[in-house]
T-cell receptor
Framework: AQTVTQSQPEMSVQEAETVTLSCTYD???????LFWYKQPPSRQMILVIR??????QNATENRFSVNFQKAAKSFSLKISDSQLGDTAMYFC????????????FGPGTRLSVLP | DGGITQSPKYLFRKEGQNVTLSCEQN?????MYWYRQDPGQGLRLIYY???????QKGDIAEGYSVSREKKESFPLTVTSAQKNPTAFYLC??????????FGSGTRLTVV
């Protein structure tokens, strides 16, 4: 079974600074996807970024980028130029490509961006 | 715009009462999921359906039931057997490209 670990329950960062959220996972699968989701106070879950395991290049989406280390099973999220609107819970998620229930979420990291 | 509609946004249940949470999608996605989220916690899978007329139990299915009579709809019933139903419930669809797309959720409270 797959597991996803987020070792930082809470983090804070000053506005305009950079912050990195960590995520590690455990799997015997070779083909899979990894995701970061954001849940602001509205509770809406929003996809931030996704990474295919077969791609060596790290995914980026504007101010959001990942550091994907497949051998180490690590998938950290870097937020540059942090904004107040980035305040949210962030969930790391693993998705295997084989049939069946294939999504596993980490416990989340609560990020507060301070003015 | 394609999306997922969950209703109602807030729901109150009396002790011993069954209630049904609605989830409708127009994304044409085959797979649909129900998750429960308790305060300060992550998401736990209740039920999922990968095709019409078929569904599977997730990690915490006891006290819940679902149906999947149409591709667009995946309602969740919280039965009286669920002893602690107060939580936030999220419905999601799945595509291999986008991963999950979530609805806006239903907050269920026992009164």
């Amino acid at each position: 079974a797959q597991t996803v670990t987020q070792s930082q329950p809470e983090m804070s960062v000053q506005e305009a600074e950079t912050v990195t959220l960590s995520c590690t996972y455990d799997t015997s699968e070779n083909n899979y996807y990894l995701f970061w989701y954001k849940q602001p106070p509205s509770r809406q879950m929003i996809l931030v970024i996704r990474q295919e395991a077969y791609k060596q290049q790290n995914a980026t989406e504007n101010r959001f980028s990942v550091n994907f280390q497949k051998a180490a099973k690590s998938f950290s999220l870097k937020i540059s130029d942090s904004q107040l609107g980035d305040t949210a819970m962030y969930f790391c998620a693993f998705m295997k490509l084989s049939y069946g229930q294939n999504f596993v979420f980490g416990p989340g990291t609560r990020l507060s961006v301070l003015p | 715009d394609g999306g997922i509609t969950q209703s109602p946004k807030y729901l109150f249940r009396k002790e011993g009462q069954n209630v049904t949470l609605s989830c409708e999608q127009n994304l044409n996605h085959d797979a649909m999921y129900w998750y429960r989220q308790d305060p300060g916690q992550g998401l736990r899978l209740i039920y999922y359906s990968q095709i019409v007329n078929d569904f599977q139990k997730g990690d915490i299915a006891e006290g819940y039931s679902v149906s999947r009579e149409k591709k667009e709809s995946f309602p969740l019933t919280v039965t009286s057997a669920q002893k602690n139903p107060t939580a936030f419930y999220l419905c999601a669809t799945f595509s291999s490209f986008r991963g999950y797309t979530f609805g806006s959720g239903t907050r269920l409270t026992v009164v």
